[in-house]
């Protein structure tokens, strides 16, 4: 294949393994969150994953070839930090009491474990099918796939920051490539050592001919993707292996409403009080 035609994938099996030192995935994940978004994923027991232009850095997840790409793109941030951290601590919780996950990596329903791909990184089959729908138009994307945990690679060079996805072969096919897009953030933010799981809007491999039903579907301005998030179904049962950490300002109150959440939806669930002195 001629890479200079096609163009590469940045984001391998040999780039997590040789550039970012990452020789095994982690086994538990770390999520910050506040007490009213615990409820409501207990409850239902989903995890919601955000489109990823609404992430709370902007500068991230540009591209330079395919307009509105990050619209495309549905993500869900966790930590592989098993300290905790003031700073995630202050950004994801409203004044610090909100209350910290952590989880095992096959956390959604199937309890499938995770497998390093040679493109994208490690990848997750779910049990469940995903729809996404774009607006006034008949094009629906069904997939059981979710990408990661993946992680992130902290950097300012911009051949990194702001990657290209749409790649034209000689016979004016075109093959679409979002495994980059959301990988890389600015080194700014390194102090969160993020691990990503993903859900794509594309097929992977994604190939088309370069025509005019092409150029619609993959015209993400006229016909946007509709939901700004996808709730993904959790294993039942999963958060009886949890662990919770209540933030460092939580009330009591805070902690006898997260006691009352975890017996009522996770009895075997174990809560602990922050390690962290502050006023």
Known sequence: MDTDCFGEIIYTDDFMWNEMGVTELPKHLYHYTSLESLTLILKYN????????????KNEAKSLD???????IFTSSWTSHSDESIPMWRMYTRDMDGVRIKLPVNMFRGRNAPTVLEKGGSSTKYADSIKIQRKESNLIFHTSRIYGPNKVYYTNEEKYLHSKILHKSHDNYIRINLHDLGMFKEKCWEFEQEWRFKILAFPDGFSLPDDEVTKETLDLETYPTIDKFIDVNLE???FNEAEFILGPKASEAQHILLTSLIEKYAPEARIFYSNLQIR
Request: charge should be neutral.
């Open 46 to 57: 989903t995890l919601r994953f955000s489109r990823l232009d609404g992430v709370n850095d």
């Open 66 to 72: 395919f307009p509105l790409a990050n619209t495309a």
């Open 236 to 238: 039942p049962g999963i």
